[in-house]
């Protein structure tokens, strides 16, 4: 049996959190390249380059790479011989508030959709929207990561 705190995964999903939000993976990176250096009308190729600049100015200045930064959902593989010391839940949760306050990140969910009051800090409202699997379970279509926080 494999036991992890809960602190752990708090620390993963914040750093994930602000990952998803301030990096573009490199596969994602060079598609944008490559269609800069590609695109033949002068208004596209205008608008690729300041992607391209407003990406690079995120990396430099490590800011978020747009101003809305969504929702945090989170894609959990947990392996059956996993014991978690803590609140899972509340590990994530925790991990999501800390990523968001911690890299300055837009903070836009409604707790209530009618009354649309902000959480204040991008959890949501119950029921939670992460997924998890037992490791047991068919093959993940998401990169094999411990834990994998997509906006």
């Known amino acids: 049996m494999r036991n992890i705190s809960a602190q ?16 573009l993976p490199q596969d994602v990176q060079a598609a944008l390249d490559k269609a800069r250096q590609e695109e033949p009308w002068p208004l596209a190729k205008n608008t690729l380059d ?16 747009c101003q809305d930064t969504g929702m945090a959902c989170v894609f959990v593989e947990l392996g059956t011989d996993v014991h978690i010391d803590g609140s899972f839940e509340a590990a994530i949760h925790e991990g999501v508030r800390r990523g968001y306050t911690d890299g300055y990140l837009r903070k836009s969910i409604v ?18 929207p992460f997924i998890w699997q037992t490791a ?3 093959p993940s279509p998401w990169p094999p990561r411990a834990l994998a926080a997509r906006t």
């Open 8 to 23: 752990a995964i708090t620390d993963a999903v914040a750093r994930l959190c602000i990952e998803a939000n301030t990096r």
């Open 50 to 65: 300041l992607l391209w600049s407003n990406l690079s100015a995120a990396r430099e200045k490590d800011l978020p790479i």
């Open 111 to 128: 707790a209530d959709p009618l009354r649309r009051g902000n959480t204040g800090d991008n959890t949501p409202p119950p029921p939670s």
């Open 136 to 138: 047991t379970a068919a």
